[in-house]
Each structure stands twice: as C-alpha cells, then as structure tokens.
C-alpha cells in the first residue's frame, strides 16, 4: 500500500510541474515518524500550494485516502502532509536547499525521480 502511496504522490507532484523529486525510505531506522518522506520543491508559493492540493486530490481519488495533518498552507514556503505511513514535503526552491532535509537522513535508501517535459 505505501508503494502505491509513494507513486500517486509522485504523479501528483509531477502533474504540478514540482521538482527534483526523492522518496526516502525510512523504515530501517528507529525512532523514524513514519516509513517514508517524499520530498519535492517548487519557484514560488503558489506552485507550492498548487502541488499540495493536487497531491491532496489525486490520492483522495485514486486511493481513497485522506490526508492526516497538513501544515504550512498559511505561507506556502514548506507544506508537509501527513499520510500516517508517507510525510510529503513540498518546498519553495530556497528553503529546501536551506533546510537540506535529505542530508540528514543520509543513510536512507533514496529514489529520484526524474521528470520528463
């Protein structure tokens, strides 16, 4: 079932147009908040809320599934959604690279996803 989390996630966010996407696979570690984050960023607030959204119904559609938690849509510069299993993380370009949330978990199994014009 988390796999086909991970790839409506990743369609979603590549529907939107997000960027350098990575799924990090968490399951190998303690005290992890869930199995697996994917991670994405995008130029400007509102193609970072655009992305969220679409995330939020492409799942909701395909999958049934509701998003547990959302946080971040006031500003739109990070918005993480919380699928229990699956935490989304949607950046603003510059925050992302500021934050370097991969780097800290180095150690975790990572896919990129390349996307395709």
């Not at 990090?24 to 992890?32: E, M, R, Y």
């Amino acid at each position: 079932m988390v796999n086909k989390l991970i790839e409506t996630i990743v369609s979603a966010i590549e529907d939107k147009k997000g960027k350098n996407i990575v799924s990090l696979d968490l399951s190998g570690f303690d005290g992890a908040i869930c199995s697996n984050f994917v991670v994405c960023n995008a130029d400007s607030t509102t193609q970072v809320a655009a992305i969220a959204d679409g995330i939020e119904e492409k799942v909701r559609e395909t999958l049934g599934e509701k998003v547990w938690r959302i946080e971040g849509q006031q500003n739109a510069v990070w918005i993480a959604m919380d699928y229990v299993d699956v935490v989304v993380h949607i950046f603003q370009t510059e925050l992302r690279s500021f934050y370097r949330l991969e780097e800290l978990w180095a150690d975790a199994p990572m896919v990129k996803y390349e996307y395709e014009e």
